[in-house]
């Protein structure tokens, strides 16, 4: 069953190529398609294009399709074009001409969009729902472990003392910013593309402020060419939110197969959560972490991909934008994923201790000694020059104890700061009112 087939039979080979892998990504469209539709189906009836008995049996039955999708399995026919043509079907083998009528001021290429749009608002709710604990486990180790000091790094090379507390609260803050950028593609999300239909409107009365309302969007997508426009776009900017999330990983991750490097020797792990050689019995390999930092690279490739798949296209609908959906979707699963390991290895985490009393180090405190004579009165550049003759001349000597105590350092590590930003971005979704308007969809 095709929505567009009239007379003619299309070729086998044209059907399959087309269609590609779009089924199976459609099947995770499905609760979001039955959402748009009863949101329809209440709007057609609004403005008479609907009789009341007709919305009513319409929207009972699409709650029961809705039922058998969160129970599952749900498939699609074989002889079923996609998810729109297979809830329809449905509709029209359980109300006959009735079922018919739920297409009526909509083309598929809306019905695609505000699927989309809303399968993408639940998935960005969801990405932001599993950063939050693992943040709350960055914050709680970067307290825990804020006295112990490792060295710090500029270009690889050794620079100033840092602190575990440090480096987990680094990541905290990433995830913050992470989050704001999450936000921004939230509001760029929750905007309503439908009754756009083929991207030029429709002659027929439609309430598009109503479907708005019913579906929880945040506003419309005004501009009906724009609204067309807007598919690949809105992918685009939710690839970079991810992408970002995803760069933070990948960072952690490198400096963690660093750390646990032999020659760096600063962390270490539980034997059940690292894996070893075939042939060499000692070692201790960070796979987890290297897989989590190749998935993160993989996403962060994500928005080149989307931006060069539509690069050219003019306005209006084109194909090239169906397959955005294989790259885009896997990848809120892979993002979540990384988070779940991340926090795994991080709560299992074992730090060395008292690591810069090692000679090795010395020089790392070379900054702290340069800032004790500057402190005595001598201007920055003699004193910088005295210790670098100290160096220099095999002399240096040096204390180990740190008076950091400015906003961020190793003694003010500005914890609870942190975790104000991160709320006040969390609180800027606005979850609720969607959670409102879907329930009241289904009847809940």
């Known amino acids: 069953m095709k929505l567009w087939q009239k007379n003619t039979t299309v070729s086998s080979a044209v059907e399959q190529f087309t269609v590609g892998r779009d089924r199976e990504f459609d099947l995770m469209l499905a609760p979001f398609d039955v959402l748009g539709s009863i949101a329809h189906a209440k709007m057609l009836a609004s403005v008479g294009l609907l009789t009341e008995n007709e919305c009513s049996s319409l929207v009972a039955e699409l709650r029961t399709i809705y039922t058998q999708i969160e129970k599952g399995p749900f498939t699609i026919d074989e002889n079923v074009e996609d998810i729109h043509s297979q809830v329809e079907l449905l509709l029209t083998q359980k109300l006959g001409d009735t079922g018919k009528k739920i297409h009526s001021a909509r083309s598929r290429n809306d019905q695609v969009l505000v699927d989309i749009k809303l399968f993408l608002r639940n998935e960005i709710r969801e990405l932001a729902e599993a950063v939050q604990p693992f943040f709350g486990l960055l914050q709680q180790q970067s307290e825990k472990y804020k006295a112990h000091l490792f060295p710090g790094y500029t270009h690889l090379q050794l620079a100033m003392p840092s602190s575990f507390g440090l480096w987990f609260g680094a990541y905290a803050e990433s995830l913050v910013d992470d989050m704001i950028t999450l936000q921004g593609a939230y509001q760029v999300v929750n905007k309503n593309p439908l009754g756009s239909a083929a991207g030029y409107g429709s002659s027929f009365p ?7 309302a019913l579906l929880g969007f945040g506003n ?24 970002n999330i995803a760069d933070t990983l990948a960072k952690l991750s490198m400096d963690a197969c660093l750390y646990l490097n032999q020659n ?14 075939s042939i060499m019995p000692h070692k201790k390999n960070p796979d987890v972490f290297e897989l989590i930092r190749s998935h993160s690279n ?13 690069t050219n296209l003019s306005s209006g609908y084109h194909r090239d934008l169906q397959l955005l959906k294989e790259h885009l979707f896997p990848a809120f ?9 991340a926090s795994l290895m991080l709560s299992n985490i074992n730090i060395k201790e008292d690591l810069l009393s090692d000679k090795k180090y010395q020089y790392l405190f070379s900054v702290e000694e340069v800032n004790k004579l500057v402190l ?17 001349a095999g002399q240096f000597t040096y204390d180990t104890k740190l008076q950091h105590t400015h906003e961020g350092s190793i003694g003010n590590l500005q914890t609870q700061a942190i975790g104000e930003m991160m709320q006040k971005a ?12 879907l329930n009241a969809l289904l009847g809940k």
């Open 206 to 212: 439609i309430n598009r402020t109503m479907t708005t």
């Open 298 to 310: 993989r996403i962060k490739a994500l928005p080149n991909e989307i931006m060069l798949m539509t």
């Open 426 to 437: 969390l609180d800027g979704f606005s979850f609720g009112k969607t959670d409102v308007a």
């Open 376 to 392: 005595q009165g001598i201007p920055f550049r003699d004193a910088y020059r005295q210790v670098g003759m100290a160096i220099e």
């Open 220 to 243: 419309l997508n005004y501009n009906v060419v724009y609204a067309q426009m807007g598919r690949g776009k809105a992918e685009r900017i939710t690839a970079m939110a991810l992408a």
């Open 333 to 341: 699963q892979a993002l979540k994923d990384c988070l779940s390991m």
């Open 264 to 277: 760096f020797d600063f962390i270490s792990f539980p034997a059940e959560l690292t894996t070893g050689s």
